[in-house]
């Protein structure tokens, strides 16, 4: 099925587009498509020396405790160290919790940051801070939505770059930019709040990124997460107000197609060029009618052995996806880790969460993604990013829960040249401050450009025309590769 959908737009879009048009694209694979309406690109972007050609950035929103995952201390007092032990990796002196243990069989393939640190002690604005390396421009606790005004994440701005360099008749199926298998927020808190720093804010909402939408399942038998099954019916797409939804039984009847784009035309904003939405068209039927494109989102064409390994849980599963898309030349994929599942790192009960639900379905779909792209001979060429917006407390409450800590956190690099069997940065004794080469979200959005063959100086055109740099004092961190 193909679904045309009107729905209210949200602050990533610019003040003169009050309305965004969604793409869903269904059929015989996973995911339901959600393709903003491309704007006209005014910006060029810069690139040099590539080290990898995709980016695969895991965002565990919440954030994990640097003392439940990479960062332990065994000889800390007992009221920090925590009830989780550490146990042996392949990375020399490298603690890594006993509830990763797959994770800590493939150390040798990524470098550990344990160094990551901001003063935004805050969900909301530190996911934005972490996905473009920008300090949110809301005071810390003062907002849960994206606005116009935020800075464009890191997807956005290579979106930006693919589309400049692409020209105006060079759109490939897929976009550059792709979010899994939500966008942040939608399966937190009803939807309400859609979390800032995936979208492409002052650049504009053309180029926002392409979000699935997956609606959560209930746990049935399974007591540690829900079970994502081959059946289409369990990633139907909800809550669209059935009113704005036209559907299209046959993606190849593409007269149809276009004809209920005219119906959607009719009712856009008159301040919405023609130019624009003559590019959303094309891109939407370029994506239904490609081959390539439907091949790519049809995951059940996995063998059974790898979907497994991944995890059928809704995590491994995008993660799995995301491994599919930058094989189909998607260059940068977010996946989030947002109550994905049913569970959040955002975890201030106790560890039962953590140690049964959040740290295996991670371990399993982490470790699958490093042991599958090295045995493609993909690793090399793409940088796989793991971390969350901010760590946890040092000291627990009374059932183990931790609090909001940004000033320190850890963070995964692997592939993309990265050395592997390594750290950078340390702690303290109790994990609660930094001590060595302080990284961050900055340094870590340089480091990424850079990979990427983006110079981190580039310098994008706002809405006024000014010229805004991507990073502002960010540094690469090169030590990191080999």
């Not at 005014?42 to 439940?68: C, D, K, M, T, Y």
């Not at 370029?286 to 995951?299: E, F, K, M």
């Not at 850890?410 to 040249?417: D, F, M, S, T, V």
Request: contains cysteine; proline residues 6%.
């Amino acid at each position: 099925m193909l679904s045309i959908v009107q729905r209210t737009g949200h602050g990533a879009a610019r003040a003169r587009v009050p309305r965004r048009r969604i793409l869903q694209a269904g059929g015989a694979g996973l995911f339901g498509l959600d393709v903003p309406t491309l704007l006209a690109a005014e910006a060029s972007g810069g690139a040099g020396p590539a080290r990898a050609r995709s980016v695969i950035f895991l965002f565990l929103f919440g954030g994990p405790s640097q003392l439940e995952t990479f960062d332990l201390k065994p000889d800390a007092p007992a009221d920090i160290r925590g009830p989780f032990l550490p146990i042996a990796s392949r990375t020399p002196d490298l603690r890594i919790c006993e509830h990763l243990p797959l994770t800590a069989a493939v150390s040798d393939r990524f470098c550990v940051i344990r160094s990551m640190t901001h003063s935004y002690n805050d969900h909301s604005g530190g996911a934005h801070y972490i996905q473009t390396g920008h300090r949110w421009h809301v005071p810390v606790g003062g907002g849960f939505s994206a606005t116009p005004k935020d800075w464009p994440s890191m997807g956005s701005v290579v979106e930006h770059i693919a589309q400049r360099t692409a020209g105006p008749h060079g759109a490939a199926a897929f976009p550059s930019y792709v979010v899994l298998p939500n966008r942040l927020g939608r399966l937190q808190d009803s939807g309400q709040y859609i979390r800032p720093g995936e979208y492409a804010g002052w650049l504009g909402q053309g180029f926002n990124p392409l979000t699935t939408a997956i609606d959560k399942r209930d746990a049935g038998d399974n007591p540690y997460w829900r079970d994502c099954a081959d059946d289409e019916a369990d990633f139907r797409l909800q809550g669209l107000a059935d009113e704005h939804v036209l559907t299209l039984d046959r993606v190849e009847r593409r007269l149809s197609l276009l004809e209920q784009m005219d119906v959607a035309r009719r009712s856009f904003d008159a301040s919405a060029s023609a130019a624009a939405f003559d590019r959303f068209r094309e891109r939407a039927v370029g994506l239904v009618s490609s081959p390539h494109a439907r091949t790519a989102l049809d995951i059940r064409r996995e063998p059974a052995a790898i979907r497994d390994r991944y995890g059928r849980h809704l995590f491994g599963q995008s993660v799995l996806m995301a491994r599919r898309l930058v094989e189909a030349g998607v260059r940068f994929v977010t996946v989030h880790y947002d109550c994905v599942d049913g569970y959040s790192w955002d975890s201030h009960r106790n560890s039962d969460d953590v140690r049964h639900r959040l740290l295996p379905t991670f371990d399993q779909a982490y470790s699958a993604l490093v042991e599958d792209l090295d045995r493609r001979g993909l690793l090399e060429e793409t940088l796989v990013v793991a971390l969350g917006e901010m760590g946890r407390t040092p000291k627990p409450n009374a059932t183990w829960g931790r609090g909001h800590w940004s000033q320190l956190f850890p963070a995964l690099l692997a592939g993309g040249g990265i050395r592997g069997g390594t750290v950078h940065g340390a702690s303290d004794r109790q994990a609660a401050e930094v001590v060595d080469a302080p990284t961050s979200p900055e340094d870590l959005a340089a480091t990424i450009y850079d990979a990427l063959g983006i110079d981190p100086d580039l310098q994008l055109s706002d809405a006024e025309g000014r010229p805004i740099p991507i990073v502002s004092g960010g540094r690469p961190l090169r030590q990191l590769f080999g």
